[in-house]
C-alpha cells in the first residue's frame, strides 16, 4: 500500500485552500493609462492641497466677535468672514488657504479692535474738553 494522499487534498507540502475566504479582489481605481475618473483632471492639484498638514490654525473667532461688538463693527465683520473661512478650509485639505485665512481673521480682528480704540479714546477727549469749557463759561441766561 502506498502513501497516497487522500482525494482532495494537494498533498503533504502544499496548503490545503482556505474555504470560505475571500477571492482576492482588483486594484481600486482605473486601471493605468485609462482617462481620468468624471470630474478630475489629470495632473491637477489645486494649489495649497495634498502638503503636509500642519496643526489646525487657530481661527480667531471669539476675537473676531469681541471686536465686532464693541469695537468697529465694519472690520470686525470683516473679521469673522475670515474666521469663518478657517475650519472649512483645513478640514477640506487646504492648509495654505487655512493659513491665509486665519493670519486674515486675526489681523482685520486687531485693525478693527485699533479703530474702535481711536474712536473710543477721541470720544472720552471730545467729552472732556467740552465738560471743561462748559464750566469754564459764565454765560448768563438773565434770569
Known amino acids: 500500500m502506498t502513501n497516497a494522499p487522500p482525494p482532495g487534498s494537494n498533498g503533504p507540502d502544499e496548503p490545503t485552500p482556505s474555504w470560505g475566504a475571500p477571492p482576492p479582489q482588483p486594484p481600486a481605481g482605473p486601471p493605468p493609462g485609462s482617462p481620468p475618473l468624471y470630474g478630475q483632471q489629470p495632473g491637477y492639484?489645486?494649489?495649497g492641497y495634498g502638503g503636509p498638514m500642519g496643526p489646525?490654525?487657530?481661527?480667531?473667532?471669539v476675537q473676531a466677535i469681541l471686536t465686532t461688538l464693541f469695537c468697529c463693527l465694519p472690520f470686525g465683520i470683516v473679521s469673522i468672514v475670515y474666521a469663518a473661512q478657517v475650519d472649512s478650509k483645513y478640514n477640506a485639505g487646504d492648509y495654505a488657504g487655512a493659513l491665509a485665512s486665519s493670519k486674515n481673521a486675526k489681523?482685520?480682528?486687531?485693525?478693527?479692535?485699533?479703530?474702535?480704540?481711536v474712536?473710543?479714546?477721541?470720544?472720552?477727549?471730545?467729552?472732556a474738553i467740552s465738560?471743561?469749557?462748559?464750566?469754564?463759561?459764565?454765560?448768563?441766561?438773565?434770569?
Open 131 to 143: 465738560a471743561s469749557s462748559d464750566s469754564s463759561s459764565s454765560y448768563d441766561y438773565g434770569y
Open 56 to 61: 489646525k490654525p487657530s481661527n480667531y473667532l
Open 45 to 47: 492639484q489645486p494649489p
Open 107 to 117: 489681523t482685520w480682528a486687531w485693525v478693527s479692535f485699533g479703530i474702535g480704540l
Open 119 to 127: 474712536f473710543i479714546l477721541g470720544y472720552i477727549i471730545l467729552i
